[in-house]
């Protein structure tokens, strides 16, 4: 069975800093990958996706992230984070089954910026 | 266009009633999902609705929850005789085929 780790449950960064949020997942065949952004009380808003071809994927809000196969990776990561990018943020992997994406998140890691 | 809407956006009830949580969403989507987001358990997948396909239920922790999808578009996840485990955010995202997900705000259950 699929399952996504991310190993840091909190990470603090000072606005304008560099940031890399972890992500790891286990998974038999080729991953559909996913991150997602949820501000508190909110919904979870989709910053990027990985189906297939370049492995550097852009997102919104100056976000990017890397497929890595040979190290079962696909971290977060934005080159000067601002103070409205504080939130907690999730990895997942889909199963596409007739159609539909099966989604398996990580546990989620919070993002504190100081200022 | 108009985003995921969910229904209510908080719900207090008493352990033991049945309650009913109300998902719409964006139109044209064939699929719906639900999700259960709780402090120990993070985000769990519950069931799926894909056009006109079985759902899949796998992820439904027990016969009192149920959900059903009517017409093709708007669902409705029932918890019947509620309990204090219950009590989390039940998040709904819909999808156009093979696609990412597009989730709502959510609503938060709590039972008292």
């Known amino acids: 069975a699929q399952s996504v780790t991310q190993p840091d449950i909190h990470i603090t960064v000072s606005e304008g800093a560099s940031l890399e949020l972890r992500c790891n997942y286990s998974?038999?065949?080729?991953?559909?990958l996913f991150w997602y952004v949820q501000s508190p009380g909110q919904g979870l808003q989709l910053l990027l996706k990985?189906?297939?071809?370049?492995?550097l994927v852009q997102g919104i809000k100056g976000f990017e992230a890397e497929f890595k196969r040979s190290q079962s990776s696909f971290n977060l990561r934005k080159p000067s984070v601002h103070w409205s990018d504080a939130a907690e943020y999730f990895c997942?992997?889909?199963?596409?089954?007739?159609?539909?994406?099966?989604?398996?998140f990580g546990q989620g890691t919070r993002l504190t910026i100081n200022p | 266009g108009a985003g995921v809407s969910q229904s209510p956006s908080n719900k207090v009830t008493e352990k033991g009633k049945d309650v009913e949580l109300r998902c719409d969403p964006i139109?044209?989507?064939?699929?719906l999902y639900w999700y259960r987001q709780s402090l120990g358990q993070g985000l769990e997948f519950l069931i799926y609705?894909?056009?006109?396909?079985?759902?899949?239920k796998s992820g439904l922790p027990s016969d009192r929850f149920s959900a059903e999808r009517t017409g093709g578009s708007v669902s409705t996840l029932t918890i019947q005789r509620t309990q204090q485990e219950d009590s989390a955010v039940y998040l709904c995202?819909?999808?156009?085929?093979?696609?990412?997900?597009?989730f709502g705000p959510g609503t938060r259950l709590t039972v008292t």
């Open positions: 995202a819909s999808s156009l085929t093979g696609t990412e997900q597009y």
């Open positions: 998974y038999g065949a080729t991953p559909y």
């Open positions: 990985y189906f297939s071809g370049d492995t």
């Open positions: 997942a992997v889909g199963t596409l089954i007739q159609g539909a994406q099966k989604l398996v």
């Open positions: 139109s044209g989507h064939t699929a």
């Open positions: 609705f894909q056009g006109n396909s079985a759902p899949d």
